[in-house]
Nanobody
Framework: QVQLVESGGGLVQPGDSLRLSCAAS????????MGWFRQLPGKEREFVAG????????YYGDSVKGRFTISRDKSTNTVFLQMNSLHPEDTAVYYC???????????????WGQGIQVTVSS
């Protein structure tokens, strides 16, 4: 059973930065797609960012383009989400997830982390 473990969340002020990490228990296939989603209570999960594990191509949701950066470290099977210029609207539970291939649809991701809270507030 694949395990994805997120870390790095917390409480920050508007304008601050935060980096989330997602460590996988195994090495993803080159064709795998790693994504970050976020969710507010009562709302659907929103695609935040994704990366093709093999070639490293990255994709972003419109609300985070230019502020967030996704990356991966193949040597440790870890995906990162660098979040800069955080807004209160970025407050949510953030999830790391893995899909067999490139997709933005949460329903197509087979493996999910437990989620981690990010709160942006003054």
């Amino acid at each position: 059973q694949v395990q994805l473990v997120e870390s790095g969340g917390g409480l920050v002020q508007p304008g601050d930065s935060l980096r989330l990490s997602c460590a996988a228990s195994d090495r993803p296939f080159s064709s795998s797609f790693m994504g970050w989603f976020r969710q507010l209570p009562g709302k659907e999960r929103e695609f935040v960012a994704g990366i093709r594990w093999g070639v490293g191509l990255t994709y972003y949701g419109d609300s985070v383009k230019g502020r967030f950066t996704i990356s991966r470290d193949k040597s440790t099977n870890t995906v990162f989400l660098q979040m800069n210029s955080l807004h209160p609207e970025d407050t949510a539970v953030y999830y790391c997830a893995r899909a067999i291939s490139y997709t933005f649809q949460a329903s197509e991701y087979k493996h999910w982390g437990q989620g981690i809270q990010v709160t942006v507030s003054s």
